[in-house]
């Protein structure tokens, strides 16, 4: 890729040098902030996410101030003030409200998708960052006072259009590798769950019998998110179960404060765990085996079952994930915004008998597997997180101008 032919040296703490018939600007002199106070029963409530500006969900939580909103018009663009949002801002596409923790910038004289692209870049992300203040990373944030002196590169006009078609151009391409490798992603997920109903069904003619003849329930709970600290205390949340684990498992991947532990119902050996709460019924009762023989937390919202019989944990976690029994779970499930699942409809799952040597070789079998596709799937996720960082680093260096595209011809967009 070609570079310019002439910079000149500016500086900054985030930009060395521009191309040298670049100007450079103030954010306060270059943008409006629009600080007009409105309600979302007026202006739709808007989303700002990592993803862009977005209408929000009609399930999502909503806060208690829909009357003192900060007002958004179409193609102004919308940054999230606190660090632990930081990349979260884009240009909107709709007229809005949104939460007055955000900086809503009216955009007059520059080509707002230039912009777009310049403010998501993460040189500009991790400059924003810089300029702000707090007590600790966590209660960071930058307001426009703190913003409105960071210098920003300006091209021409046409050049801003130019630079915009091309980054549009460029990362809708990259966009539709990603999409290719997501999709295999989700095939070999597919290929797991047929393994696994599979394995299962060469079992129908065996006897069965009810979870509540093998094993007993009981609820987790004594903490929350609130707790979560940096220590040896290893915990489990419900939420835990959906993002962090799949079938099984032997160290927890959350730790938490003393008295959080101290106040928990806890595990030492070896149980299976469900998820009593979801936001779907799809999910709901997503089951994972825990196999370790040291003390961990439990916590709320998740039904713990110990085995007393000769039962494999991973089989009665393999076998609670199988198509068939989510189908139980899904229909016997209830809520909507909210669902739950009780420990009554668990009891009455029932279970094919096999000897111990049989449930093992079964396990084993399947473990073999799920690992081979795993193996896959991590592959498959590195191509997804390269082609990530090519597109942020071709967004920065295109919009800092460290990358000279105004000769390129951009194809038309059938």
Known sequence: MNKYENYREIGLPWLKEIPAHWRISKVNNMFEERREKVSD???EALSVTKMGILKQLQNVAKTN????????IKND???NSRSDRKGSSGLSEFNGSVSLINIVLKIEREFPKYIHYLLKSVAFQEEFYRNGKGIVADLWSTNYQNMKNIYLPIPSFSEQQQIANYLDWKIVEIDKLIDIEKQKILELEKFKQKFIDEAFDTLSDYKHLKLSKLGNFKKGGGFSRVNISNTTNEAILYGDIYTKYNYWFKECRTTI???GFNNAKHLNESAVLFTA???TKDDIGKSVAYIGKHKIAVGGDIIIYRVEKEFSV???SYYCNTSKIKNKKYVESTGEIIVHISPEVLKNIKIPSISMDEQNRLVTKIDNFIKLQNNIIVIKNNIIENY???KQSLISEVVTGQIDVRNVKI???K
């Open 314 to 316: 991973k089989y009665i």
């Open 77 to 79: 663009f919308v940054i």
């Open 277 to 279: 709460s979801g936001e």
């Open 411 to 413: 194809p038309e967009r």
């Open 257 to 259: 404060d003393n008295k």
């Open 388 to 390: 990530i960082q090519l």
């Open 41 to 43: 029963k007026e202006y």
């Open 65 to 72: 101030s829909g009357e003192n909103r900060k007002k958004v």
